[in-house]
């Protein structure tokens, strides 16, 4: 994806931390990164996530389903795999009420609901009031989900809420596939 | 209460709706509500409220603990209730982070909610983060609800989450007395 | 209500320990209710009820809903009102699996869901698997429910669960009333 | 295990269905299962779950904890894994309340709570409260459950309830383990 110019947009502060970068073979394994600001910072090199099970979710702090489902659920994720490689991601993409969910709304929402993982910001598209991302992945709204194998294959995308049980298993299952299998 | 000036606010658009409005006999019984705006208007004049039941409730939209709890209570309340004179009022009493939550992420925040009672926005206050309202309740955070009787006299205030049944029980006792017995 | 004998049942311990005993006006407003053993004693005389509110809730103990909802609710209406005068008593309507429910089973459940008001065991009828009290009332199933007011009439009845704040509202009403409007 | 004799105990039925059937290398590896007698059998040969991962739930029907936790918990496990190899086996270990929860009161139960998968009772002891498996596996009390692994080594033994996410995990892990693994 090509962006003529950042400057274009409203708000100059809103580069990609990381921009274009590839985590699979397929062309469509390319994901633009945003991190929200962090006063203990979380650095992410997407590139280095290769070999690792990646769980992106996508959320808008405004949306209840995302808040009362998804977000209590990733948290349960972070505690259940916290001795795992498991590399969880979070994608505020905001495509609707844009004014209502700026980067200062999304921070304080992460540090009210003690998100640890990083959580980048879907770019927003002059064109259109899907972010970049979220059309990219046809993201039908959110909550969405996406669980990337330790080969950068897209192993499993959702939209809504699912049980636990199934999640829990999913990601298990995509853990245990061996590094040499990549 | 005197505010030297609205003028000296950042948004002097937040002026309030209704100011300093008399609800009971007690000199602590003034109210100022900002009404959020809304394509389906609400009007509200808290004069008439006298000699019907008023529960307030404050809240954040960035408070886990309200929209996890207090936000869906309000719900259930405004469908039980909806056939009695009970008025319930929201108030949005930010007292952190206040960059992240403007009148226009509350009226977003309103709208997903689905909110159907009026809501105002409590004042500002420049030398201190606690807004007007919420210091002179005294509340000690968010949620906390105060319930007016008839008569204008507060009945109960609460700070947190209390149980459907003592609720639903409360409410249906203030509305059990009669309007002579005010 | 007649029995022709209770000895012609299989259990000639299962006698009323309330039979027939009138609680209000209606000719239908006669209940028989059989008290479970309890090394802790909690007595029951019906004909003191009278100027109580009553709510009598109609359960099973293999019935899935009852013991997901209506029970714990049940706990909840106890610690509610514990500083009224409500009178809670549930009632045992054995309407299927009649072997798999003893007095010895419906003993050890209450135990173990500490329900702390009295428990009749409706009367088995020899003629059908509906038991004598739960045809009277014309109950559709378990869990049900009867709010009676201070006088005796019946306020409300009720089949499957209904939310906290409804119930809560409408036992409160009940409650509100005098006793002098008996 | 010996049983002195089946005689001796008041119900000549419980005879176990399977008895003393290996299921694994260790000494320990032996199991009694009563199974539930069913209109619509569902057999069970111990000795063909070599091989599969096994998933052993003790409980009590008249358990709160279990009926409200463990058992829908259960029913999610049967769902979430019906595609799977995954034999999920009940034991109903009564160590308290004997006489109130006969056979004929559990097989209402099963029916009641739609539990698929087979449930066994575990054998009396005649000088316990404590019933045969429960003890061997000195199960602390209800809910229990066992994983056991394709070779028939157990996985994980728990007392009370676990997150949904954690039981789906190990699950799954269990299950990814190739059977030539064994």
Redesign the interface.
């Known amino acids: 994806v090509k962006y003529t110019s950042g400057g274009q947009r409203n708000d100059p502060a809103l580069k990609p931390t990381h921009a274009d970068v590839s985590y699979g073979p397929h062309e469509r394994n390319v994901i633009d990164l945003y991190l929200a600001e962090s006063k203990t910072p979380t650095p992410l090199v997407l590139g280095a996530l290769r070999g690792r099970v990646v769980l992106l979710h996508a959320f808008q702090?405004?949306?209840?389903g995302c808040?009362?489902n998804s977000i209590p659920?990733i948290q349960?994720?972070e505690r259940?795999?916290a001795q795992s490689d498991l590399q969880i991601i979070g994608l505020h993409t905001v495509f609707?009420?844009h004014?209502?969910?700026?980067p200062?709304?999304l921070?304080?929402?992460l540090?009210?609901?003690r998100i640890a993982s990083p959580v980048g910001v879907d770019l927003a598209d002059e064109s259109s009031p899907i972010p970049v991302t979220m059309r990219r992945y046809q993201f039908r709204g959110t909550p969405s989900s996406v669980l990337i194998g330790r080969d950068g294959v897209i192993l499993h995308q959702t939209f809504g809420a699912e049980?636990?049980?199934?999640?829990?298993?999913?990601?298990?299952?995509a853990?245990?596939t061996s590094r040499g299998s990549e």
């Open positions: 702090l405004l949306c209840p808040v009362a659920q349960r994720i259940t795999f609707e009420h004014d209502a969910m700026l200062v709304t921070r304080a929402f540090h009210e609901y049980e636990d049980l199934v999640v829990g298993a999913r990601i298990a299952m853990l245990a």
